[in-house]
């Protein structure tokens, strides 16, 4: 019984290596390489059913679909990117109505275009401006990373 076991074993391991020894022949003389002077090609011919000859050719210079990501990252870095103006500078939405000065501390009155006033010291800031310094007839404020100045009537 276990010469019998021994035996079919064997036979089906040469079944095997006989079955994936025609499946590689036969891949191996359904392809076949050319070289040109520019190009190198692996190109598998192949019969379809109804008896047609057909061939499947594989250039080393043509895009390689499994490498999309690595040309794109490629193409991207030598790209240069496109110079951005910086955006226009527009003015705060506030106009300098007066200034109050007390004994010590000068406060500054803006008004919005809604009709809001507020009174600002040196140092506080609304809405993006910043009230850098208070003289007698100016304001001088930052807004947007620019510093400009108000004038009293302007």
């Known amino acids: ?11 089906l391991l040469v079944l095997l290596a006989g079955v ?13 390489i050319t ?3 520019d190009t190198q090609e692996f190109a598998f011919h192949t019969k379809s059913l109804d008896g047609n000859q057909g061939r499947f050719v594989y250039a080393a210079d043509a895009r390689d679909p499994f490498l999309f990501k690595a040309r ?16 226009a ?4 939405p506030f106009r300098l109505t007066g200034i109050l000065v007390n004994a010590k501390r000068k406060t500054a009155l803006l008004e919005e275009a ?14 993006g401006v910043k009230i850098v310094t208070i003289g007698r007839d100016q304001v001088v404020y930052n807004y947007l990373g620019q510093k400009r100045e108000w004038r009293v009537g302007e």
């Not at 500078?89 to 705060?92: E, I, T």
């Not at 809604?114 to 800031?125: I, V």
């Open 35 to 37: 070289e040109s002077d």
């Open 72 to 87: 794109v990252v490629e193409t991207l870095k030598k790209i240069d990117k496109p110079k951005v103006a910086p955006p």
């Open 1 to 11: 019984m276990k010469r019998d076991s021994k035996i079919l074993t064997s036979f």
């Open 114 to 127: 809604g009709g809001a006033t507020y009174f600002l010291k040196e140092g506080d800031s609304l809405r």
């Open 89 to 92: 500078w527009v003015p705060p």
């Open 20 to 32: 994936w020894g025609a499946v590689g022949y036969q891949i191996y003389s359904a392809a076949s």
